[in-house]
């Protein structure tokens, strides 16, 4: 008799506990002043669930400690590739099909993938203080062509989507001469780090001049601090965008829970939070932007390779990079 109350007390208790949902991303998404704070509220709250998000220094880093840890990883879900990066992942076979209408999309460019679903974007920009940089460069050119004491911070992009979205930006733009760029740009070149929180904070801390960010970084510093001097270089020869996306994976325990959240990434509860706190432009239409987004500025032309040509030209174009900056 007891050991049958002991069964259906443990099978009670196994019943009444919430799903747990893992999610693998980046360190600037799960901070305390990222989304992942107010998104976990809506999400926990709407399905009686857990969400638990796991950070690493970026999202690139994050795919990695999936194929590290293999049949034993704990990710239910991986937030934060982008689109550069999505097919390279769809290659590892470790990512569901998501079956979730996309049609509401409302982004720069088509975008459709059965495995990823997107959920943010914004566009590469270098952005710097105009107080300090009273001239900007406005162009790929005039940025090395600046004094040689002047110095920008860049991420690695063998560990980092906006350190890849850099080079492919470069490859756009110079196509068969970017080594030739890369060499005239490394003396300006401070430090690589792995990641984008790295490479701002250094900037705010006054080390370098300009950091590689975004068009939508500058949002954060009016809205949060009041701020107007930090602004990003609008480049003549245009700007490369980034469209952020999440995947669930094929060895997650909770399938049901993942397709949900990802559904909810497309939702208007989401896209409202999006702009505040991951400060990016979210992937539906919503009522209205924040104010501080009117004053942002938005290229005139935009470039974006598909998840293929990045997959294919990839190692290519960042073994260019590297013996770029060793001669």
């Not at 460019?109 to 009273?134: G, R």
Request: include cysteine.
């Amino acid at each position: 008799m007891l050991k049958i109350l002991i069964v259906i007390l443990f099978f009670s208790i196994t019943a009444w506990a919430k799903p747990t949902l893992t999610i693998y991303t980046y360190d600037a998404f799960s901070a305390s002043w990222g989304p992942a704070p107010k998104i976990k509220a809506l999400f926990e709250t709407e399905h009686n669930c857990t969400l638990k998000f796991v950070a690493t220094s970026s999202s690139i880093g994050a795919l990695r400690k999936i194929q590290l840890e293999g049949k034993n990883t704990k990710a239910d879900i991986l937030l934060g590739l982008d689109t550069s990066m999505a097919q390279v992942a769809n290659k590892t076979g470790l990512f569901a099909y998501h079956n979730i209408n996309s049609s509401m999309l409302d982004l720069p460019t088509h975008y459709n993938d059965k495995s990823f679903v997107p959920f943010d974007y914004s566009y590469f920009a270098f952005v710097y203080d105009s107080e300090k940089l009273k001239n900007p460069p406005n162009s790929f050119e005039e940025l090395a062509s600046m004094p040689k004491d002047f110095k920008i911070v860049i991420q690695d992009p063998r560990s980092s989507t906006s350190g890849l979205g850099l080079l492919l930006w470069v490859k756009e733009v110079y196509g068969d001469k970017a080594s030739d760029y890369w060499e005239k740009l490394s003396p300006h070149i401070l430090t690589i780090t792995k990641g984008w929180s790295e490479a701002y904070g250094l900037f705010l801390k006054g080390e370098a001049d300009m950091v590689l960010s975004y068009t939508t970084s500058p949002a954060y510093h009016i809205m949060d601090e009041n701020k107007t001097n930090y602004k990003s270089a609008n480049f003549s020869e245009g700007h490369y965008a980034q469209i952020e996306v999440a995947a669930m994976l094929k060895s997650s325990q909770n399938q049901a829970l993942g397709k949900k959240f990802l559904a909810f990434l497309l939702s208007e509860q989401f896209a409202e939070i999006i702009p505040t706190a991951n400060w990016a432009y979210p992937v539906i239409k919503i009522e209205t932007l924040p104010k501080a987004f009117d004053s942002l500025s938005v290229p005139k032309k935009v470039f974006l390779w598909s998840g293929k040509k990045v997959q294919k030209r990839r190692k290519e174009i960042i073994n260019e990079w590297l013996e770029s900056l060793q001669k």
